[in-house]
């Protein structure tokens, strides 16, 4: 049996495109796998706080120093890699946001990206410790074409969570894109195309 994780960070619920991509990603993977369990991760709701001194002590303070408020601050990381462990398969809705990730997946990132958790440098440099035989589907949705043409150079969200989770070990990526959804001419038909292109390996 599969489990799959679906990290959501749009905050703009049913018109989101994003979360209708990668709702179509996850409808594919039921498809393949009818027995798989699917579990949310929506970063819009109990959202990760934005990355403070106390977070920052908690990760590099031994848990048994941690005071109370950081014991807190350390279970709710330890249940996001938890989740990231426990998962198979990993769906991940990101739109771009001012040439960016949203904040919320920002955050999500800066809460699992912990040494001795999710990766470990040695003398080799950086090793991932998650296991590499996860698959990442990255569901990417922007205003303008980044993929391709002038824009390209400004492609940062997808390289960017590729070598997050490239970090932590999982390196088996695919990326389905809607781009130009500002674009008219290209807006009208983009989600529905990059739905189309939707496969499951
Ligand atoms: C606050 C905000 C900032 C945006 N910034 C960019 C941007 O920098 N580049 C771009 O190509 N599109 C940008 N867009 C367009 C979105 O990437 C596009 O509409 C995307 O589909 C939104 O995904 P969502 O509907 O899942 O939230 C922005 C949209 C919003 C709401």
């Known amino acids: ?8 960070s749009s905050p703009r619920g049913e018109i989101s495109a994003s979360r209708k991509l990668g709702k179509a990603v996850i409808e594919k993977i039921l498809e393949k796998y009818p027995d798989a369990v699917v579990k949310e991760r929506d970063l819009t709701k109990n959202a990760v706080p934005v990355l403070g001194e106390v977070h920052i002590s908690t990760f590099f303070t ?23 462990k426990e998962a198979h398969m990993i769906v991940i809705d990101s739109p771009m946001y001012n040439f960016s990730v949203p904040t919320s997946l920002k955050a999500y990132f800066d809460f699992t990206s912990r040494a001795g958790y999710t990766f470990k440098y040695s003398e080799d440099g950086p090793k991932g410790l998650l296991d590499d035989d996860k698959k990442l589907y990255i569901a990417f949705t922007s205003g303008n074409i980044y993929s391709t043409g002038p824009y390209q150079v400004f492609d940062s969200n997808v390289p960017y969570i590729r070598h997050i989770f490239g970090f932590y070990g999982i390196s088996d990526v695919s990326v389905f894109r809607a781009e130009g959804l500002a674009i008219p001419g290209i807006m009208e038909t983009s989600l529905e195309k990059a739905i189309g292109t939707i496969t499951i390996d």
């Open 62 to 84: 031994p848990p048994q120093d941690h005071s109370p408020e950081q014991q807190l601050i350390n279970r709710y990381s330890e249940e996001l890699i938890a989740e990231l």
């Open 1 to 8: 049996m599969k489990n799959i994780l679906h990290i959501i």
